[in-house]
C-alpha cells in the first residue's frame, strides 16, 4: 500500500519568508498527488494537484509544488509567505491511473504552518 | 450550491451510544468517503463509496458502518461509541472513485467526543 511521509509537523515563519513543505510518498507506479490546504475554522480545500505533464504545477495564492519522480517527493513551495497562509497543509497520494480504487487518496500527517505577522 | 454539509456540527455522546453522522452533497459526485483527523495521525479513511449500492472498508473501519442507498447522502453510523471514536470526522466526495487524478471536496467536518 501506497504511504505519504509529511517531514515538518509544525513550521512558524514570519511574514515575507520563503517556504518549502516537505512531502515524499511510496508508491513504484502511477500517482497523482495533491497538496490540500485547511485555513482555520474552514474545510480542506485543493491547493494544487499533479496528474500529468509539467512536473511543476502552480496552485492558488502563489503556492507551487514540484514532482521529482526519481526522488518520491512532492514539494510545496512559496517565495514569500503571508499571514494568511497560516494553515494546516497536507499532501496526499491516489494511485492510478484507473481502476476500482482510484479516486481513495492517503493522507499525509499534515503540517500546520503558522505565519507571523 | 451548498457543497457538501455535515450534521451535527459538533457532538457529545456516552460511551456505549448509537450514533449517525450524516453527510449530504449536492455535486452529483459518483464517490464519496468518510475520514477521521487525529491530531499527529493526518486523515485516515474510514469508509468510501465509489457508487450508489456499494461500499468499501478504508485504512480504519472498525466499529463505524456506512450505507449509499442514493448519490447524495452518505450516512456514518458508530454502534456502540468508543472514547477513542472521539476525533473529528470529515466527509468528503469526488467525481468519480476509479479515476485518481479527481479532487476530493470536502466538507465541514464533525466534532465528535465520546465519554
Known amino acids: 500500500a501506497q504511504s505519504v511521509s509529511q517531514h515538518n509537523h509544525h513550521v512558524i515563519l514570519s511574514e515575507a519568508a520563503s517556504l518549502e513543505l516537505g512531502c515524499n510518498y511510496s508508491y513504484g507506479g502511477t500517482v497523482n498527488l495533491f497538496w490540500y490546504v485547511q485555513y482555520p475554522g474552514q474545510h480542506l480545500q485543493l491547493l494544487l494537484k499533479y496528474f500529468s505533464g509539467d512536473p511543476l504545477v502552480k496552485g492558488i495564492k502563489g503556492f507551487e509544488a514540484e514532482f521529482i519522480k526519481s526522488k518520491f517527493s512532492f514539494n510545496l513551495r512559496k517565495p514569500s509567505v503571508q499571514w494568511s497562509d497560516t494553515a494546516e497543509y497536507f499532501c496526499?497520494?491516489?494511485?492510478?491511473?484507473?481502476?476500482?480504487?482510484?479516486?481513495?487518496?492517503?493522507f499525509g500527517d499534515g503540517t500546520t504552518l503558522t505565519v507571523k505577522p | 450550491i451548498a457543497g457538501i454539509t455535515q450534521a451535527p456540527t459538533s457532538q457529545i455522546l456516552a460511551a456505549g451510544r448509537r450514533m449517525t453522522l450524516r453527510c449530504t452533497q449536492d455535486m452529483r459526485h459518483n464517490a464519496m468517503y468518510w475520514y477521521r483527523q487525529d491530531l499527529g495521525l493526518g486523515l485516515r479513511l474510514i469508509h468510501y463509496?465509489?457508487?450508489?449500492?456499494?461500499?468499501g472498508k478504508g485504512e480504519v473501519p472498525d466499529g463505524y458502518s456506512v450505507s449509499r442507498a442514493n448519490t447524495d447522502d452518505f450516512p456514518l453510523t458508530l454502534a456502540s461509541a468508543v472514547p477513542s471514536q472521539t476525533s473529528v470526522y470529515f466527509c468528503a466526495s469526488s467525481v468519480s472513485g476509479e479515476a485518481s487524478a479527481d479532487t476530493q471536496y470536502f466538507g465541514p467536518g464533525t466534532r465528535l467526543t465520546v465519554l
Open positions: 496526499a497520494v491516489n494511485v492510478g491511473p484507473y481502476n476500482t480504487n482510484a479516486g481513495k487518496s492517503t
Open positions: 463509496s465509489n457508487t450508489a449500492g456499494t461500499t
